[in-house]
Structures are given as structure tokens and as C-alpha cells.
């Protein structure tokens, strides 16, 4: 807990799965899990080029939080191309922890969830994902998936 990140450039397109169109669904999303138990941690280092750790195993209904640490020289991200979620992204700065969630559709319309970070930021996603199985996370930085910066979720019952 001693890197003295600056504010990471945290991009989060909750999961609006299913294509319900729901304006507020972030919003909601945050209400949900503020104030929610977690129930694991994780922390994933986001490197030149790969996540580690590749896997993350939890409950489908659990609030799992997972803090990213972009340990790289890069820019990376985290993303999910489609999950049914709830999902908070919390932004750490110094002597400040405070919660956003923006919906940037615009920009990452196919995409679930998506967190970027610059190098040497960090920062904390509250996620519960409603569906048990398998959900592929991966960096969409031109070549990083191909060069094997990909990973998994894996969401039991
Ligand atoms: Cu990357």
C-alpha cells in the first residue's frame, strides 16, 4: 500500500448486458455496492504483457473487489466484452478514495467492462457478476491480447 499513484484514468462501462437500455443503470450499479459486504480481494498487476495473476475464481451474487495496479511501462486495460454485472469502478488518490462510475458508450459501446489505467496508476473495481461461468478478460491495447495479455474469470454457482 505504499505506491504513490496519481489519479489513474479509469474508464467503466458498467455492464448494461442484455440490452436493457437503462440510463441510470450505473447509478444503480454504484447504490447497490457501496454499501455491500466483500467478500473477496484481488489484486491483478496489469504488466508488458500480461495480467497476473490469468485467473480469478469467485462466487456468482458475491461482491468481489479488485484492485489493478498498472505496473507496466504502458498503458493497459481490463476489460470484459460481455458480462452481466453490477459494477463500480473506485478511483484512489492521493489521501482521497473516492467512487466513479462513467458510462462511456460512445467510445466502448461493445464493451461490457472496461478499466484503463496508465502507467503506474492504480485503482479498484467492485464487481458482482450475476451468471456463474467463464468470462474472458483481456487488453484491448493494439497486440497486447494477441501477445497473451488475456485472462479469466471464473465464476462458480
Ligand atoms: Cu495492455
Known amino acids: ?54 485467473e480469478l475464481r469467485f462466487k456468482a451474487g458475491e461482491v468481489v473487489e479488485i484492485e489493478f495496479h498498472n505496473d507496466g511501462k504502458l498503458v493497459h486495460d481490463f476489460t470484459i466484452k460481455k458480462i452481466d454485472a453490477d459494477a463500480m469502478a473506485m478511483a484512489r488518490q492521493e489521501g482521497q478514495s473516492g467512487a466513479m462510475a462513467a458510462h462511456q458508450e460512445e467510445h ?17 473495481l467492485r464487481l458482482r457478476v450475476h451468471k456463474a461461468g467463464q468470462y474472458e478478460y483481456y487488453c484491448t491495447v493494439a497486440g497486447h491480447k494477441d501477445a497473451g495479455m488475456v485472462g479469466k474469470l471464473i465464476v462458480s454457482k
Open 1 to 54: 500500500m505504499i505506491l504513490p499513484a496519481a489519479a489513474g484514468l479509469l474508464l467503466l462501462t458498467a455492464a448494461c448486458g442484455g440490452g436493457e437500455a437503462d440510463d441510470d443503470h450505473d447509478d444503480d450499479d454504484a447504490a447497490k455496492l457501496a454499501g455491500a459486504t466483500v467478500a473477496q480481494q484481488f489484486k491483478v498487476e496489469l504488466l508488458e504483457i500480461k495480467f497476473e495473476p490469468k
Open 108 to 124: 466502448q459501446k461493445d464493451l461490457a467492462l472496461h478499466m484503463a489505467l496508465e502507467a503506474g496508476d492504480h485503482g479498484t
